[in-house]
């Protein structure tokens, strides 16, 4: 039997024998002898091997209970981060082959995480060449197409064609940096620098950002909230997410819209809200639009890249936080992100 394979369970069940045949034994020669008191003799022996019993399991099972309290402790480090955690498995028998599948088991995950790592390592150094390459002949392209518009004043043709490749560009310009900044997000490349900052302060830079393409396409951006409030973010990273989600309202509102950005202050977190009067998103987007390259059938902008969303979904997990959005056809849209106050 497999229960017999471990050498301390055969020598807790042979003493406990032991113990039973020594008792059998004495107590036939008790009654064979007939020995005065053999009575109160047996159940004096009966006693003392019960109590030899106990003492026997009591010492295996405390035995046991270290072991097993030694293995919970290096899966409970294996779970705080030390990877060179394992489990003593060099006896025989169920448990400790329980504990070479768990100490398999580990090996394996290491391996997974290790070749994880690799793998966003080598995406992260492929895409930041990438990008690094493409901005050079990008530069040179724009230079490129400002001199074929000033060479070609007369010639509206000209000038509206290369306009178009003039905004082509942009958003090739966009998407390497945006994919850039993802890559470095997710490869764990970027350490957030945080610090207290005043929400208004981020929110009012954001809309010096945008207010002459606001103005141009006759919408206006407010700003709602206590001016006092703070929160422990990485400026230059929060701004980019707050950026994404008022460009994402500008790009998806007609003539006249209003683009607010709120914050405010629970006793347990900081909202900080983006909303518009626009046209909102259909039901069945609302449960993809963060996914990355994810391009709405409904939608009528033929511009976006769809990757302002992601990106803004990676910064704001990058801070602890997390983001929802909220849509009615016709009536707008309202992101919110939420942040643990520390």
């Known amino acids: 039997m497999k229960l017999f394979a471990n050498r301390k369970i055969r020598f807790l069940f042979a003493g406990m024998l032991f113990c039973i045949l020594v008792f059998m034994l004495i107590s036939v020669l008790l009654m064979v002898f007939e020995v005065k008191n053999a009575v109160y003799l047996i159940i004096i022996c009966s006693f003392c091997m019960a109590v030899t019993i106990l003492i026997l399991c009591y010492m295996y099972f405390r035995e046991q209970h ?3 309290e030694d293995a919970i402790e290096q899966i409970m480090e294996y779970i705080a981060g030390n990877r060179n955690a394992s ?19 580990v090996a394996i995950l290491n391996a997974h995480t290790e070749n994880e790592k690799n793998a966003k390592k080598f995406l992260r150094n492929t895409i ?23 060479e070609a004043e007369e010639l509206s043709a000209i000038q509206e064609f290369s306009r178009f490749s003039g905004q082509e560009l942009d958003r090739i310009e966009t998407l390497v940096q945006n994919l850039l900044k ?26 010096r950002h945008f207010l002459f393409r606001a103005r141009q396409e006759g919408k206006e951006i407010c700003l709602w909230g206590n001016e006092e409030i703070m929160l422990l973010c990485d400026r230059s990273w929060l701004i980019e997410a707050i950026s994404n989600l008022v460009k994402n309202a500008l790009d998806h509102t007609e003539k006249g ?20 009067n626009g046209s909102g998103i259909h039901q069945e987007d609302l449960h993809h639009i963060f996914k990355r390259f994810y391009r709405s059938r409904f939608s009528k902008d033929k511009q976006g890249i769809g990757l302002g969303l992601s990106l803004t979904k990676v910064i704001v997990e990058a801070h602890e936080g997390t983001i929802e959005v909220s849509s009615m056809l016709g009536a707008g849209t309202s992101f919110t992100m939420n942040f643990l106050v520390q």
């Open 182 to 207: 993802i890559t470095k997000l997710d490869a764990g490349a970027v350490i957030l620098e945080k610090f207290p900052e005043h929400i208004f302060d981020l929110a009012e830079e954001v809309k």
């Open 66 to 68: 270290k072991i097993m």
């Open 128 to 150: 930041s060449d990438i990008s690094h390459q493409l901005k050079t002949p990008l530069a040179a392209l724009n230079i490129y197409n400002g001199l074929i518009q000033d």
């Open 87 to 105: 489990i003593e498995c060099n006896d025989e028998g169920e448990l400790y082959r329980l504990f070479h599948e768990v100490n398999s088991l």
């Open 257 to 276: 819209a209003l683009i607010c950005i709120e914050w405010r202050l629970f006793p347990s977190i900081v909202q900080i809200i983006i909303k518009d």
